[in-house]
């Protein structure tokens, strides 16, 4: 059995790792993936109308959908087993027949489960997190009318942490859950005293924060992956388990030495991003300058511009439409931008973002 407090402090140092990176994949979220997880409950909580450019929203999603397709290709088998190079040398020809057989028919059983439309959405979901640099993937323990189930945790829920060669050895999944939800997923667990009756009472809505934290163990004879699930506030561990394999997948895109967390090709192409983004929004302050121009008026008390009403058939009044001094009321008309170059610029600047993107999306023809 694990140490609740040594488990507790690993798991507490690798959130405190993880804030560097929170600014940075805050900042991608909003120009990539903007209104993410709306309600609060995420990292974010800007509402996007900063944005003038849907270049960076749409190719990521393009991004998320080529990367499904070339990982897993929907329709087709996931994978092929058969005997490795090693295996085959340490085996007669006619036994390595024999073996491939057998793993033919393991993988005939094991394939179905990824032909589901719940692995199709769950693999779209953390390949659209993977093009900001982290995502992760659970497979879980189902019933007989589901066996399987697959699952995408945010990267705003998960904490890493690498050992020296960069292999990930802690997974530390933060979450908010109500009492009676922690309860009906580990009935048998270790609760406080009288957790488990105001869980079953009007107390069971309440939310708490549940820790659930994924350890490599070893070198050892029981080397493995523990793992340990705590209530945010308990001297306890509330269950514990152990794992032969890693039960969460962790892929990240692009991964810098000596840091557990990826950088996606939103990242790469952030500050094209940004800087369209400004480019638009200037444009469109130009256009409507354009458009509606700049007045001026007399400040001589005739003419009120907070309560003259803009429209057709409207009068407004007025001491003087001309004379020597000019009407009371008169358009200045700035001097005209080149809105050729305006689109010049964020014509290449949309370029690169979906090169960087990788949506070279061929014409329709």
């Not at 694990?2 to 909003?30: H, I, P, T």
């Not at 090693?86 to 489960?113: C, D, G």
């Not at 967390?261 to 192409?269: D, N």
């Not at 008026?297 to 407004?316: C, H, K, M, S």
Request: aromatic share 10%; with cysteine.
């Amino acid at each position: 059995m694990a140490d609740l407090e040594k488990v507790k402090k690993r798991s507490d140092d690798a959130w405190s790792n993880r804030s560097g990176f929170d600014a940075l994949y805050r900042e991608a979220f909003d120009y990539a993936i903007p209104q993410r997880r709306p309600g609060g409950d995420g990292n974010s909580v800007r509402s996007g109308a900063f944005l003038f450019d849907m270049t960076a929203p749409t190719s990521t999603m393009h991004f998320a959908g080529n990367l499904q397709r070339d990982l897993f290709p929907s329709g087709q088998p996931p994978a092929i087993l058969e005997a490795g190079p090693v295996t085959a040398m340490a085996l007669s020809s006619r036994e390595v027949t024999t073996y491939n057989r057998m793993l033919e028919r393991q993988a005939n059983r094991i394939n179905p489960f990824f032909l589901q439309g719940d692995w199709d959405t769950t693999l779209h979901e953390a390949c659209i997190e993977r093009a900001v640099g982290t995502a992760a993937i659970i497979p879980i323990k189902g019933d007989h009318n589901e066996p399987v189930r697959f699952g995408s945790i945010s990267i705003d829920q998960i904490a890493l942490e690498c050992d020296a060669y960069g292999r990930v050895v802690l997974i530390s999944w933060k979450q908010t859950f109500t009492r009676d939800q922690i309860l009906s997923a580990y009935p048998e667990g270790r609760y406080p005293e009288n957790w488990r009756d105001e869980a079953r009472s009007s107390k069971g809505s309440e939310e708490v924060t549940f820790y659930q934290v994924f350890f490599m163990r070893g070198p050892s004879r029981r080397a493995g992956w523990q793992f340990v699930g705590y209530l945010g506030n308990s001297t306890e561990a509330v269950v514990q388990k152990r794992y032969r394999t890693q039960p969460i997948a962790v892929p990240r895109y692009y991964r810098v030495p000596g840091e557990a967390y990826g950088r996606g090709v939103v990242l790469t192409a952030l500050p094209s991003i940004k800087t369209v983004n400004k480019a638009q929004e200037i444009a469109l302050k130009s256009a409507a300058i354009q458009m509606m121009g700049i007045w001026g008026y007399r400040a001589g008390g005739t003419f009120n511009p907070d309560t003259a009403r803009l429209g057709p058939g409207e009068f407004w009044p007025m001491s003087a439409t001309g004379g020597v001094l000019g009407p009371d009321v008169q358009r200045i008309d700035p001097a005209g931008g080149r809105m050729d170059i305006a689109k010049m610029l964020i014509g290449n600047l949309q370029e690169q973002i979906r090169e960087a993107l990788l949506d070279q999306r061929l014409p329709e023809y």
